[in-house]
């Protein structure tokens, strides 16, 4: 069974203390690996997909990067709005063709000005 | 650019009395569409997915049920809600491109309590 279990579930930092949330799962062949962004009472917003062990991609303050064990959101320098619940989600290569992802609890970030 | 609607945007129910959640999405042809619950401290849980008109797929046995009758429609209802169906029901659609993953956007959620 695929898991996702992510660290810390919550994280409190200063304004432009940066820092890293981790994303460690078990799945029997990766087809991809998924970060949302969830505000409170609001759906989950897409930030990015990884495929690949190595690989990386970045928006804004945001970089996320993919081992094949794990993958990390790091946040550099951020801001009170970059606080958000961070969800980590993969989907398995079984799967193709309904694309069910399978989701972590997620890391409640806060920021504090 | 693609939209997906969910309604209501709360809901506050009986136990015993039945459910109606629709989802629409704008914007694309045929995606797939998904139904999750989240409740406190826990992951997204799939509920039920659709490929396509008619086909729905049930990830975990429950009380619920889902329906697609319309290529961008998704509904899922209940007859008989129970004080466990209470949570945030998110719908979400993707599109399958080339044979490659495709990300899941979802909807901005129905607040279910049931009392």
């Known amino acids: 069974e695929d898991q996702v279990t992510q660290s810390p579930e919550a994280l409190r930092l200063q304004e432009g203390e940066s820092s890293s949330l981790n994303c460690s799962y078990t799945?029997?062949?990766?087809?991809?690996l998924f970060w949302y962004r969830q505000d409170p009472g609001k759906g989950p917003e897409f930030l990015f997909t990884?495929?690949?062990a190595g690989e990386e991609k970045e928006k804004e303050r945001l970089k996320a990067t993919l081992t094949k064990k794990e993958s990390f959101l790091h946040i550099t320098a951020p801001k009170p709005e970059d606080s958000a619940t961070y969800l980590c989600?993969?989907?398995?290569?079984?799967?193709?063709?309904?694309?069910?992802?399978?989701f972590g609890t997620g890391t409640r970030l806060t920021i504090i000005p | 650019s693609q939209t997906i609607h969910q309604w209501p945007a709360t809901l506050v129910q009986p136990v015993g009395s039945p459910l109606s959640l629709e989802c629409t999405v704008e914007?694309?042809?045929?995606?797939?569409l998904y139904w999750y619950r989240q409740a406190a401290g826990r992951g997204l849980q799939l509920l039920f997915y659709?490929?396509?008109?008619?086909?729905i797929s049930s990830e975990v046995p429950q009380n619920l049920s889902a329906s697609r009758p319309q290529d961008r429609q998704f509904i899922l209802s209940s007859k008989k809600l129970l004080l466990s169906d209470s949570g945030f029901y998110l719908c979400?659609?993707?599109?399958?491109?080339?044979?490659?993953?495709?990300?899941?956007?979802f909807g901005p959620g129905t607040r279910l309590t049931v009392l």
């Open positions: 914007g694309t042809s045929n995606p797939n």
């Open positions: 799945v029997s062949g990766l087809r991809g």
């Open positions: 659709s490929v396509g008109i008619g086909q």
């Open positions: 979400a659609w993707s599109v399958l491109r080339g044979g490659r993953v495709d990300t899941q956007y």
């Open positions: 989600a993969v989907q398995a290569l079984r799967n193709f063709g309904n694309e069910k992802l399978t």
């Open positions: 990884l495929y690949s």
